[in-house]
């Protein structure tokens, strides 16, 4: 009788996400009960479960009565600030736990920590899994994308639960264990850092469009709902056609124009950029956006800047660009640089999702992450589908960039994405992302580089060496010598 009333999982931190992931699994017919230190938030919670379908929900208020609501072996997912907030609310909960139960931190968390509570909790014998969730309170509520890693018997206590609650597409439940240790939230790290491309990819669109384009908000709703019907068809398109059409409340046109162009960010894309430094893997197009995000933050000095470039003489060119453009050309040259641009970003964090498996053993299967981002999750598009194919024909594949479908959409638009950024250049409009995944390609495609050159100059003032194309070996030149006197040799170390 005891054991009927306690419930399947228990949700400790009560915020929008936290109360909208605990609604949606009760919603899935799995008992769960709730706690959050601020009392008013369970209340909040439990009047929500009642009015959404009197929901199979439970609030407690102290971590003991928590716990101890919870089935053995017990499970319980930690929604909360990242950081010590979470050391803090597992030393709370711990306390009454068991050997065999199992804690899930469903925050962004840095993968390291997550690693490091592993082996802490380990010594008490309970089980450990760090929970990347993606889709935000709507995903929480309806469906996210789940990356749960760590402890796999702790993920096969958990495994019925997130099956249910995650998005749902034809191929399954947007839910699979990830790997090993922090892989969990590594990978939901690189997602963030993808997102962080496709966001400001799509912002640069924007702003050729509509500056240099001339053309209006209805104008652009009505071109990303067009958009959102073909091969960029993708939850950002799709929202990003939405944000168009929203009047002002408070003024006469659309609530875009009247938003200040200062950029927000909580970590996880700046992660992405150190650990492709770290890895020594190229995210041009991540950390682009990355520094734009930077440079939104200026608003002051960029205002300054440009009176001060405007007396100085600058002159805008949009006006004189624009005069001759053909605006049909135009709005299909910028879908083309557009996904083209988007291949390259999510090649580089795929790469670096690769680079990471190999260093730390993971063993992640790409194809399997292209797919559980098919649903649920910020970044969900119809082209991940063929990213899961191009994985599977190719678990080795080197890059997205030669996957040969992939290889051959390149092609066919690169002369597009060329005049988009030429375009941009000549009128003085910035678009960074875009840049960084053409120079990408272009760096990439090409069989010899002018590293040698870069070598060379390595090898000159501080004797790093170099190696030749025609014979093994590393090699050292006397260059200022033999440059300026032409009777010094070549030594060769071996």
Known sequence: MESASLSRIGLAGLAVMGQNLALNIADKGFPISVYNRTTSKVDETLDRAHKEGQLPLTGHYTPKDFVLSLKRPRS????????????????????????????????????????????????????????????????ARHGPSLMPGGSYEAYLNIEEIVKKVAAQVEDGPCVTYIGEGGSGNFVKMVHNGIEYGDMQLISEAYDVLKNVGGLSNDELAEIFSEWNRGELESFLIEITADIFRVKDEHGEGELVDKIL??????????????????????????????????????????????????????????????????????????????????????????????AKSVEKGWGLNFGELARIWKGGCIIRAVFLDRIKKAYRRNPNLASLVVDPEFAREMVQRQAAWRRVVGLAISAGISTPGMCASLAYFDTYRRARLPANLVQAQRDLFGAHTYERVDRPGAFHTEWTKLARKGDTPVAALN
């Open 76 to 139: 319980v997912i930690i929604l909360v600030k990242a950081g010590s907030p979470v050391d803090q609310t597992i030393a709370a909960l711990s306390d009454y736990m068991e050997p065999g139960d199992t804690i899930i931190d469903g925050g962004n968390e840095w993968y390291e920590n997550t690693e490091r509570r592993l082996r802490e909790v380990a010594q008490k014998g309970i089980l450990y899994l760090g929970m990347g969730v993606s889709g935000g309170e709507e995903g």
């Open 261 to 354: 162009d200062k950029t927000g960010m909580k970590g996880t894309g700046k992660w992405t950029v150190q650990q492709a430094a770290e890895l020594s893997v190229a995210a041009p197009t991540i950390a682009a956006s990355l520094d734009c995000r930077y440079l939104s933050g200026l608003k002051e000095e960029r205002e300054a800047a440009a009176e001060v470039l405007e007396a100085a003489g600058l002159k805008e060119e949009v006006g004189t660009v624009r005069s001759g453009i053909d605006k049909k050309r135009l709005i299909d040259d910028v879908r083309q640089a557009l996904y083209a641009s988007k291949i390259c970003s999510y090649a580089q964090g795929m790469n670096l999702l690769r």
